[in-house]
């Protein structure tokens, strides 16, 4: 695989690499990259095919959008690439609507976030988050608008449950709305709880997936022991690993197993523990582009190599032992050793 492989996002027309340069590093002082460097990593990207571009509002309070924006403006590259940002984050203490998923804020991020990418539409506006509160009905027919104003091509949902983002579609389906054509979800070897509802969704419903924090924000690169970083500090994982943010939980036992185990199979096939991590969620059934971030230049050519290498079966099922999420209800009910009763034991294939 290349990164100049397109692939349609669902069932959309529109053609994305497959692996998608997330930004949020853009502009950040804490954990990111210098513009400098941010420049040299989102060039490096451009030059070898990559045209899937990720960002949101939320990022650096709008400073990743502004430098992203320069970057392409600077290239007059927007009609080359696939530009994607965010909406749902307050931009505003004490103001219930300068957040959520209503009508009123996704107006007023969209005119924010044109500004400081200096465009007249992004090609994918993504949800950021469900907000618990709005309706899909009133999300799905003001992004339909925004759609038919022109001033978006495309919308997703990131972070949603699987339920919402299919009464999106049915709605769309049922009254002539814009449908939602990809689902921004954490997916990793130490998160893999969309395999549940999400991923079967997505694949059902043609959504394509797009995976953030593919490497568990650098847990599953090995650089962390169980007692912090091996490397020098700074690194994003240090920076917040006192936050509240339940994102960043991910020093466990069990999480610790499985860099282990990432860190054997790396070993045995001469590669770094990010390539094979990474390798393993771009090539998992229904994950169409995969969102990579980047501190450093030699950061993104690491991941950007992950994608020409293969990880033999049996590597690879030791990956899937060792990270295999909890057989939790009612989802026991849809293995083998319940479906086999089901069938009578005689053996199925579903058609497709």
């Not at 197993?257 to 590669?271: P, Y």
Request: proline fraction near 4%; hydrophobic fraction near 35%.
């Amino acid at each position: 695989m290349q990164l100049n492989e397109y692939v349609t996002l669902g069932r959309s027309g529109l053609r994305v690499s497959p692996l998608s340069l997330g930004t949020m590093t853009f502009g950040n002082d804490r954990w990111g990259s210098d513009d400098a460097e941010a420049k040299r990593i989102f060039n490096r990207y451009v030059e070898e095919g990559g045209n899937f571009v990720d960002v949101a509002d939320a990022y650096e309070s709008g400073k990743s959008e502004e430098v992203l924006g320069h970057f392409i403006a600077e290239g007059n590259l927007h009609d080359r690439l696939v530009v994607a940002t965010k909406f749902t984050f307050n931009a505003q203490e004490g103001n219930p609507n300068a957040g959520g998923n209503g009508r009123k804020n996704i107006y007023r991020a969209l005119e924010g976030s044109l500004r400081r990418l200096k465009m007249d539409y992004v090609d994918l506006y993504w949800m950021h988050v469900w907000d618990t509160i709005t309706s899909s009905e009133e999300v799905v027919s003001t992004l339909t608008d925004l759609v038919r104003e022109g001033k978006i091509r495309y919308y997703g949902f990131s972070d949603v449950p699987a339920w919402y983002a299919a009464r999106a579609i049915t709605l769309a389906e049922q009254q002539g709305f814009e449908r939602p054509i990809a689902l921004q979800l954490e997916y990793s070897l130490v998160e893999r709880n969309i395999e549940r509802e999400h991923i079967p969704a997505a694949r059902e419903l043609g959504m394509g997936v797009c995976p953030w924090s593919p490497l568990a924000s650098g847990f599953l690169t090995g650089k962390y022991t169980k007692q912090g970083p091996t490397s020098s500090q700074g690194s994003r994982l240090d920076v917040v690993k006192d936050s509240n943010n339940p994102v960043f939980r991910k020093f466990t036992e069990h999480n610790f197993q499985i860099v282990q185990k990432v860190q054997e199979v790396a070993q045995k096939l001469g590669r770094s523990a990010a390539e094979i991590a990474l390798n393993w969620v771009v090539t998992q059934p229904g994950v169409t582009s995969t969102i990579i971030g980047a501190t450093k230049l030699k950061q993104l050519e690491a991941n950007l190599a992950s994608i020409s290498l293969t990880i033999p079966p049996e590597l690879r099922q030791q990956l899937d032992e060792v990270s295999q999420i909890e057989e939790t209800h009612p989802y026991m009910f849809f293995g083998e050793v319940l479906q086999d009763r089901v069938r009578g034991g005689v053996k199925i294939r579903k058609w497709s």
